[in-house]
């Protein structure tokens, strides 16, 4: 609901000022984005890698082997590629800064900036859940169903934001 | 859990043909194409179907095992599972509560307040989720 509010306020200033959009979002960089959209889309596949292993009720690793990863390699992975992918918005960012499109400068920067930022401070929320599942897999001596319940909801999170930014990308990279 | 796949099916089936015999008879009507009522109907119909197949998914690598709602005989008891555990009551919610009330005093009067609001927004939320594997409830 919070993001269909978002793409509305986006929908509804590009019909009102099309060349405004035509010319700013000319600026946006499509191969960097395109890279951190497949970052964060395998982020959300080692996601529901980590949702198997805790679904085994394995929390550690039994091997070097990807196979044989438990949990908390997995999420350790998926906190990496999220984190990249927050990186890559952050320095996205500052160079759309420095050629022009600021958060107060126009409909278009403002628009941007609402919509894929807010998206980032979920991004950054799942970060700081997955951390917290993490640590309750390293608390307990038995990982149990409750610690794979957590597991399983936050990947649920992981999974919708990641949703949220596929449609993101398509209408504001491809669309444009 | 096959009734529950059955009665999603039906409605897809619904949807789909009242999307499609909407579209038709706008168009036989001599209207131009709506598409707020199509797309609603059709993505009805998407999505019916889509909670039929998941569900048939979970089904199957349930083996197939009936639900109390498939079963006659079943008393309501059945139907009431143990759905997780909830604390009794706990300090931590109204912890996290002042702590975010805070930060958004910060956004509201001055950006400085948030850097103090921080520290205890971290301590409650990881309260909070480490309540029960702590001390007497370690596990």
Do not use: C
Request: glycine share 10%; net charge negative.
């Amino acid at each position: 609901m919070f993001f269909a509010g978002l793409f509305a306020i986006y929908f509804t200033l590009r019909a009102a000022v099309p060349e405004m959009w035509a010319e700013d979002s000319a600026l946006l960089n499509f191969p960097f984005s395109l890279t951190n959209t497949i970052i964060l889309v395998s982020s959300s596949v080692t996601a529901q890698f980590g949702v198997f292993a805790a679904e085994r009720l394995q929390s550690r690793a039994t091997g070097w082997k990807p196979s044989q990863w438990g949990m908390v390699e997995w999420f350790f992975l998926t906190y990496v590629l999220g984190a990249i992918f927050v990186t890559g918005q952050v320095y996205e960012y500052a160079m759309l800064v420095s050629e022009g499109i600021t958060f107060n400068g126009n409909a278009y920067g403002t628009a941007f900036y609402l919509t894929t930022g807010f998206h980032g401070l979920h991004v950054t929320g799942g970060l700081i859940a997955f951390l917290l599942v993490i640590g309750r897999a390293f608390a307990v001596k038995n990982f149990g169903h409750k610690e794979a319940t957590s597991a399983i909801v936050v990947s649920y999170y992981w999974h919708f934001v990641d949703v949220v930014w596929i449609g993101l990308f398509l209408v504001i990279y491809v669309l444009r | 859990m096959k009734n529950n796949i059955v009665i999603l099916l039906v409605l897809g089936a619904y949807f789909l043909l009242s999307g499609v015999a909407y579209i038709v008879w706008n168009h036989l009507a001599g209207n131009e194409f709506e598409a707020t009522g199509s797309l609603g109907l059709l993505l009805s119909a998407v999505l019916a179907a889509f909670i039929a197949f998941f569900l048939n998914m979970v089904n199957r690598s349930q083996g197939g095992i009936l639900l109390p709602e498939d079963m006659p005989t079943a008393d309501i008891d059945d139907a009431d599972p143990n759905i997780g555990h909830f604390a009794p009551w706990s300090w931590w919610p109204l912890v996290l509560g002042f702590s975010v009330g805070l930060a958004f005093l910060g956004l509201a009067v001055g950006f400085w307040i948030i850097f103090l609001a921080i520290p205890f927004v971290l301590v409650a939320i990881t309260g909070w989720t480490y309540e029960y594997y702590r001390g007497n409830f370690g596990h």
